[in-house]
Structure formats: C-alpha cells, structure tokens
C-alpha cells in the first residue's frame, strides 16, 4: 500500500494541496486540489481571510479522503512576515493585515529610535523590508496598543493554521527568522530586542525547528475530514522548503527561487551580519537544519504577472515569453524600485521608468514583457556579482526551482546576463521541499544531501549554456 506526505502550500495568489509517494525510488507528486488566494481590501485595509483559507484547507483534505489517499502526514508552508495575534481565548486580535499594507509607512523611523538601522542588522542579519514582522507589530504597537496588550500569542500565518488542525501552539523557526526578530547566533527570539520595542515578550512562542511534530488533529477536525493526520512542521516559510529541493550538494552553487518574488543567494553554515552584506542588501534567513538563505529579495515574477493581468488579449506566459523574445528594446528598469511594488499600474509603473530614466517607452505586449524579463535577468547579473564579492567565491551554475522554472526566456536570459550555466527545475519546489521534512522526519531519507539526490532524479531538469 502507497505511504502519501501531503504538502499545502499556499502562496499569495493560490493554494493547493499536493501528494507525494515513493515509486521505484523516486518522489512522485499529485496535485489533488487547488484554490484561490488573495488580499482583501477591508475598509482600506488589505488583509487575508484567514477563515476561508482554512475552510479551504480542509476541503483539500475532505479531496484525499474521496480519493482514498490518506497522508501519514502533513504540513502547510505560506509566504513569511504576516502573522495573527491571539488572546487567551485563542480568538483573532484586529484584522489578519496582509504584507502589501500600508500601514508600516513610517514604522522604521519608529524602531530607528530604539535601535539604529545597522545595529538591527548587525544582531539579526534579515533585509530591511518595509514589510517585514518587526514593523508591522510596531504599526499594531501605534495604532492598536490594546492588541498588543491583549494578545497572548503570536503565530505566524502557517503555524496558525497548523494550530486550528492540532490544538497545539508551534512556532516553526524559518518563518520565525523572517520577522527580524531572532537571533541568528542563537536562533532564538532575540528576547532583549523585543523589550527594547516594547513588544509584549509572552506572545512569543518557543521556536521548533522543521521536521517538528505539531501533533494530530483534534476530534473536530478529524469527524469533519474523514481521517487522522499526524501534522509535521516543514520549512513553513515557502522560500525555506523551495530551498530544500535545490537538486545539488555541490556547495558552490547560487539558487533562485523564483516565483511571484525571485529569492537568490546561497546556503551557509552562518550568518553574515557584516556592514558589506547589509550594504549590499542581503538577508540571512534561517534554513533547514540551522542553515542559513544568505539571499536578496528581487522583486521577481510579481511584475509579469500584474502586466498580464493588464493586457488587453488574454495571453499565456508562454505567448508573452514568445513574443519578448523577438523584442530588441534595450530599455532596462530597477526591479527593487519601490514603484514596482504595489502600484495601481504595473504597465504605467515601468514606462514612467523608462520616461525618467530617458529610455525607450516599451508600449506593446512584446515590448512591455521584454523589459521585465531583461531587466529581471540583469537584477540576476548584478545579485551574482554581489555574491561573490561579498563572498570571495566564484560560482559555476545557478539553480532555478519554483514556477520561473518553467519561463524558458527568462532562464536564457539568466544564462546570458550572469555568464553561468543555469539548472532550471523542480518546478514544484515549495511543495517538494514542504514533503521532504516530512520524510526526512519519518526516515525515508537519511539527511538532506540523499533527499536532494533523489529530487534531482525524480523531476524534469532543463539546462541552459551561458554562451
């Protein structure tokens, strides 16, 4: 009888539930249910509705019982930084505000005058990021103080969700480093930080490592889904599990996991707070088995998907790569611009670019979608040659996991504006690498380098020459 890991990854436009098995030696995957995701804007504020989501989450499961493919076990990863608060009776404070709010405008100056910029980065190593968990709780601190107060726990977006199917409070430690509130030496909430905020210390939960048995689901959940499920912590920041399935143990290799963002960097054995590196940009999340995602965030995928959303012609992406592809604009845009972030118009975003910059205005489908991928691939030039200044190594190969896997003129464009060979795939890294902790901690494999093997066998790879 087939042994099923069922892996729900939920990213910020879709979910899904996957289930993987072992045949003849390899991981294979089944999509078994997908669903909708989104911010909502409520009364001027973008926030997720944590309450469907788990419905949805629990539809999927309902699926494998009608499918007759019960998981041994499960795990849920999601996007990092978003988080709710509760209070002693387990009940959501405020609203579940979603990460491209703008209700951390401001909130750096405000932690800035408690800790300076470069000592934060110096005693925790993440990326300043507007959204990131430390400003958004001195937002709730500002404009919420009665939350603050009241909550008696925080958990983050998946280990709530992992809460409502066990009962049991787990705060997993990828998604926890994301906050910048952990320190990277000891990999513990930076307790003396937190007080320096004014944050209230006890909501904090103690920190498990991927591979973590939450616990099985309550009675409730398992008379509502048909069945019992033991549920294991997986890298539940979806970055960190993408990261899992990087089919090689070759150390001197860069990844991109790429997809609505295109996180790119390395692994290391420990984080590297230094002036340079925060110069440069670069954060040290947390990773498997206390590795450390020296990375930067590019804005990634995110660009092309709202372009598509906005042309008149219903394209696939593979259209819109087609005709990039016979597209000569040379016209470039700074993918980290704060412009592209969140704006009403991703189209009118990049030609104002180009305006101000004094480059050719991109007006057509080809066009438009040609600066993006270009300009994406250069960010990926520059981000390489950061690396290997910071680092003092040079690199021979970039490994692309996630959905940009699949962007064959990306990836060709990669190759050219990097000068490396490029490995393009799993393309289903997040949810491969959410079942890889599950069979890491149910003994399927050894340890990380004969799992990564394994990937690398199991899944379609596609290779692209730097020339």
């Known amino acids: 009888m087939d042994k099923y890991y069922l892996a729900v990854d939920i990213g910020a436009s879709s979910g899904r539930h996957m289930l993987a098995s072992m045949v003849d030696g390899k991981v294979q995957l089944e999509e078994v249910y997908r669903f909708p995701n989104g911010m909502d804007n409520v009364n001027g504020t973008l926030c997720w509705d944590v309450n469907r989501l788990f419905t949805e989450i629990k539809n999927g499961l309902k699926k494998c019982k009608e499918l007759g493919k019960i998981p041994v076990s499960m795990g849920i990863d999601t996007w990092a930084v978003d988080y709710v608060l509760l209070d002693k009776d387990d009940k959501i404070l405020g609203d579940t505000v979603g990460y491209r709010d703008n209700r951390t405008a401001g909130m750096d100056d405000k932690v800035y005058e408690m800790i300076p910029l470069e000592d934060l980065y110096a005693r925790t190593g993440i990326q300043k ?70 944050y209230n210390k006890r909501m904090f939960q103690p920190i498990s490592l991927p591979g973590t048995v939450a616990g099985n689901f309550t009675k409730e959940i398992q008379e509502e889904v048909g069945f019992d499920c033991k549920v294991v912590l997986p890298a539940t920041h979806d970055t960190g599990s993408a990261v899992i399935s990087v089919p090689t143990n070759d150390d001197n290799a860069i990844y991109i996991s790429s997809g609505t963002w295109s996180l790119m960097g390395i692994e290391r054995k420990e984080a590297d707070c230094s002036r340079e590196a925060m110069k440069a940009n670069f954060t040290n999340e947390g990773g498997y088995d206390y590795r450390f995602r020296f990375l930067k965030n590019i804005m990634g995928l ?106 064959g003129y990306l990836n060709e464009l990669t190759a050219r504006y990097t000068g490396k060979n490029v490995s393009a795939g799993p393309t289903e890294a997040t949810a491969i690498g959410n079942i890889a902790a599950q069979m890491l901690h149910d003994g399927v494999f050894a340890d990380l380098p004969a799992i990564r093997t394994c990937i690398g066998e199991s899944f379609d790879i596609k290779w692209y020459g730097k020339e």
């Not at 983050?156 to 409070?169: A, H, N, S």
């Not at 611009?337 to 007006?363: E, L, R």
């Open 129 to 198: 990021q507007m959204f990131n968990t430390i400003y958004q709780l001195m937002a709730v601190k500002e404009q919420h103080p009665e939350h603050m107060e009241q909550a008696e726990a925080m958990l983050m977006i998946p280990d709530y969700f992992q809460f409502l199917l066990t009962g049991v409070k787990k705060q997993e430690y990828t998604n926890a480093t994301s906050t910048q509130l952990v320190n990277p030496k000891t990999n513990d909430w930076d307790y003396e930080l937190i007080e320096m905020l004014g």
């Open 302 to 407: 995110w660009m092309i998907q709202s372009v598509k959303k906005e042309f008149e012609e219903d394209l696939s992406f593979g259209e819109i790569c087609s005709r990039a592809s016979k597209e000569t604009i040379e016209s470039i845009v700074d993918c980290n611009d704060d412009s592209f972030f969140a704006p009403d118009s991703m189209i009118k975003a990049v030609q104002d670019f180009c305006v101000n910059t004094k480059q050719q205005v991109p007006k057509s489908v080809g066009e438009i979608a040609a600066v993006v991928y270009n300009s994406l691939a250069k960010c990926y030039g520059d981000t390489v040659k950061e690396i290997e200044a910071i680092t003092g190594n040079t690199y021979d190969t970039i490994y692309v996991v996630g959905g940009g896997a699949n962007a």
